[in-house]
């Protein structure tokens, strides 16, 4: 079998020799370098976040929001805000439509009617138009997993002041996430002309503010069933006590004979609200997409229940861009004090509302968010969410509405719509390395980067010291979100998107870009061309999520001519490609981090452990009584639910290659997502699953892709290299 090009025809057990020679440079590349270079490296980030709000013919809101943050290189962050609200338009007052014009002044039972406030007939008493302005201010220390900090916000009429933090602890290899929070408000309203005395008239006032006090608590847990389903359970308990009023609503007084609203009377509530609800929510990946679903029940002391189901399917569009619908319904009934009129011949009650939203409610919502990278132009990304909400309530109620009053809907349908758009810029700060090439390094994780692990990232330790245990996983995930970060092609703010955007320009490179390039160019010399470091442009036109949709000859065969290793110019650390031409180190960048994230374990201590990143896992050492860590290989029809071999290993790599998880099929067959650079195909008759045993995990997955890429010789190909594999 010829590996190389022609005239250059090693044994394979030179192929072997030089591949080990060509990772062991790799690996060697001084760590405290890299870590010297990366923690130089920082990112500002601004987002600019716009809100608006509209209800039709009633409230307007506009809301826009700058965000600055700096992350820094131990992972955390400090951030400020400034935002400010517009609010135009009115709501509901709670009083209710006449089909007349009142009389101005007489008295039925003991109520006087004594204002002027007529509306024409059937309309829904509001207040008048205006308008308002809010500012709003807070920062706070973005580091995880406790999140806490001041929320000062104030009005013309209104003021909050609070603190709310947070706590999470990852159990069980962080299969398990426990999360507990709670929060402390302390409010003031002093509405505008002083505080209405409640069902009252409202020409009594008092001027003193009105304080409200709230206490939340949170506890949460999380559970990873597999490696594509979490679940979530998670309660609250909110304590409000004080002033709980809505000082602009009132309630009309009604005469029981014409139904005729004479007179209106202010709202009164409770000075007590205790609030709880139960949320459970479920998110799975798919191949490429991810579903989401949500059931939420709420309860309180007033009386109301609810009930809220939220469904979300996320669907990638392409490789920077998706979009997610949405759709909520929600169902609440009415407090126990909610009324839409007292008659005047009744002795008004101790608590009384007519504010709608303490009604009985049914609400629809659908929506959709949309987002793409617009590292094209600039680092960041850009998102735009839009919702239509379609409420409705009880518009006839039997136990309050009178005969003339039947006409009128006394909940009329609310139709509003929402849309927020939200633009994120990411600042890099380039600095020197030590042998004065450009390095950078992002401090930020993009969603559409951290998505593409196939599987959670795992670090078992065999011991019983939790704080080593801890201080570990805390290297080896510093490690592994460097190299995402630094070398991931789904970012829009490191090196390889500077390569990729060049325009045919060269790009220097740092010491350990230029070894994983090198080792790139040394794994396509190795397969005479089949292992491409560029090839990753053909991501563009397949879709590998299961179904049976294949590009078609002409945009494979425009897709080819910006692939090929060999119209890379590569000398001296710098490369140059022509424009169009893209790299792509995932195929051996897992693997590295997987052994990069080894090494420095094993520097850190004699324990043994194992590294498991999605499936490609190093193993450091035997375990105490001399045992050997046991690892299953997927059964590929059954991913992440069944193991058909299990393998006994004590200190090396092992990695799988296949289609398993991503493939399309075509006229009968299952095509996995490695593709033959030269044809822009699939690999045809190729085994369903490969794994191989190493000295390390890079080289593992090396000898498993190219044996992958050998098709039907795949075992063949691996009988000749003196390795560990399993084929399925």
């Known amino acids: ?167 999470s602890a990852e159990l069980f290899q962080k299969l398990l996430t426990v999360t507990a929070g709670g929060g402390y408000n302390d409010d003031s309203v002093f ?86 609800s139960a949320l459970l929510s479920s998110a799975y990946h798919f191949t490429h997409d991810i579903g989401y679903a949500s059931y939420r029940y709420y309860w309180d002391t007033w009386g109301i229940r609810s009930n809220t189901v939220d469904l979300k399917y996320r669907k990638d569009l392409g490789d920077d861009w998706y979009i997610e619908p949405h759709v909520r319904y929600y169902r609440q009934t009415a407090a126990d004090f909610f009324t839409t009129g007292i008659s005047t011949f009744l002795a008004p009650p101790e608590f009384a509302t007519a504010d709608y939203r303490l009604g009985q409610l049914t609400t629809l919502t659908l929506g959709a968010n949309f987002a793409f990278h617009i590292g094209e132009i600039i680092p960041g990304q850009w998102n735009l969410r839009a919702e239509y909400i379609h409420q409705t309530g009880n518009s006839s109620p039997g136990k309050d509405a009178t005969a003339p009053q039947s006409p009128f809907n006394l909940a009329p349908p609310i139709n509003t719509v929402t849309a927020r758009h939200w633009l994120r810029i990411q600042l890099l700060r380039s600095s020197a390395s030590p042998a004065g090439r450009r390095s950078t390094a992002s401090r930020t994780t993009s969603p559409a980067a951290s998505k593409r692990w196939p599987a959670p990232a795992r670090l078992l330790v065999d011991g019983d010291d939790r704080d080593e245990a801890a201080a570990l996983v805390e290297i080896a995930e510093r490690e592994a979100l460097r190299i995402e970060r630094k070398f991931s092609r789904y970012r829009a703010d490191n090196l390889i998107h500077e390569i990729n955007h060049a325009n045919g320009k060269p790009v220097e490179v740092d010491d350990e870009t230029a070894h994983l390039i090198d080792y790139g160019a040394t794994c396509w010399e190795l397969s005479a061309g089949l292992f491409d470091i560029t090839s990753g442009v053909l991501r563009r036109i397949w879709k590998f999520d299961g179904g049976n949709r294949v590009p078609g000859p002409k945009a494979i065969e425009t897709c080819l001519e910006r692939v090929g290793w060999g119209r890379v110019t590569w000398q001296d650390r710098t490369l140059s490609m022509p424009t169009g031409m893209e790299i792509d180190l995932g195929g051996i960048g897992k693997e590295y981090a997987v052994d990069r994230v080894a090494g420095l374990l094993a520097a850190q201590t004699t324990k043994s452990f194992l590294v498991n990143f999605g499936g490609d896992l190093f193993a450091g050492g035997l375990r105490r009584g001399q045992r050997t860590w046991g690892v299953g290989i997927d059964d590929p029809g059954r991913t992440g639910n069944a193991a058909l071999y299990r393998l006994d290993i004590a200190r090396a790599g092992l990695a799988t290659s296949g289609d398993a998880r991503r493939f399309v099929r075509w006229r009968g067959h299952r095509l996995g997502h490695i593709l033959n650079p030269k044809t822009g195909w699939p690999v045809a008759g190729a085994p369903h699953s490969v794994t191989v045993v190493a000295p390390t995990c890079l080289e593992a997955g090396t000898i498993s892709t190219l044996a992958y890429l050998q098709g039907p010789e795949a075992r063949t190909f691996l009988e000749q290299q003196g390795v560990q594999f399993w084929i399925l």
Do not use: C
């Not at 359970?233 to 004979?257: A, H, Q, W």
């Open 1 to 167: 079998m010829q590996l190389e090009p022609a005239g250059s025809t090693p044994s394979n057990l030179a192929l072997r020799e030089r591949l080990s020679k060509a990772a062991l440079a790799l690996l060697l590349v001084p760590s405290a370098t890299m870590a010297a270079a990366d923690s130089t490296a920082a990112t500002n980030q601004v987002d600019f976040t716009g809100l608006f709000y509209g209800e039709s013919s009633r409230v307007q809101v506009y809301e826009p929001i700058v965000r600055a943050t700096r992350l820094f290189g131990d992972g955390q962050s400090l951030s400020a805000q400034l935002g400010i609200d517009v609010i135009t338009g009115a709501s509901p007052s709670g009083a209710r439509p006449s089909a007349g014009v009142a009389d101005d002044d007489h008295r039925i039972g003991p109520y006087r009617h004594h204002s002027r406030r007529h509306h024409p007939p059937g309309e829904v008493p509001g207040p008048s138009r205006g308008a308002g302005r809010r500012m709003a201010k807070n920062h706070g220390d973005g580091s995880s997993p406790r999140r806490s900090g001041p929320t000062p916000r104030a009005k013309k009429d209104y003021q909050s002041l609070g603190v709310t933090g947070k706590v």
């Open 191 to 276: 509405p505008t002309g002083g505080t209405p005395i409640g069902l009252s008239d409202g020409t009594e006032v008092s001027n003193k503010s009105n304080s409200k006090k709230v206490t939340s608590l949170l506890l949460g847990v999380s559970r990873i069933l597999t490696n594509r389903w979490i679940l979530s359970l998670d309660g609250s308990r909110t304590l409000e006590k004080g002033y709980l009023t809505e000082p602009y609503k009132v309630i009309s007084i009604v005469n029981p004979f014409s139904g005729e609203p004479v007179d209106q009377v202010t709202d009164n509530r409770p000075s007590t609200r205790n609030r709880t």
